[in-house]
């Protein structure tokens, strides 16, 4: 059963993660604490705990996709882009070979 205290949780984490994804975008911040907000106030009533279990899942889906697929990008010329991710979605590079290399046998 989700308790109340789960349901916070993951209210300040989704706003947390927000703070963190749209850091110095204020209105991405705004827009995205106004859709927070909204959508856990028109489900507070909810008492079908499938339905609340539904909810909880897709809300924490959300959280997953904003912190691990949304990057910042900046206007810095009129037809230029700069990106600007974080350091949690850094990831090494692993260089492509054409030719696989050959494993010596012992």
């Known amino acids: 059963m989700a308790s109340r205290g789960q349901v916070l949780k993951l209210f300040k984490l989704l706003h ?11 209105r991405a911040l705004e827009a995205a604490r106004k859709k927070i907000n909204e959508e856990f106030k028109n489900n507070q009533d909810e008492t079908s705990e499938e339905k609340i279990n539904e ?3 897709m809300a924490s889906d959300v959280e997953v996709i904003l912190r691990t697929s949304v990057i910042q990008a900046v ?20 260089p492509y070979l054409d030719k696989p290399t050959k494993k010596h046998e012992s």
Do not use: A
């Open 16 to 26: 947390r993660t927000r703070q963190e994804v749209f850091k110095n975008d204020t």
């Open 55 to 57: 909810l909880l899942k």
């Open 75 to 94: 206007h810095t010329d009129s037809d230029k882009i700069l990106l600007v991710p974080r350091k949690d979605l850094l990831q090494d590079n692993t």
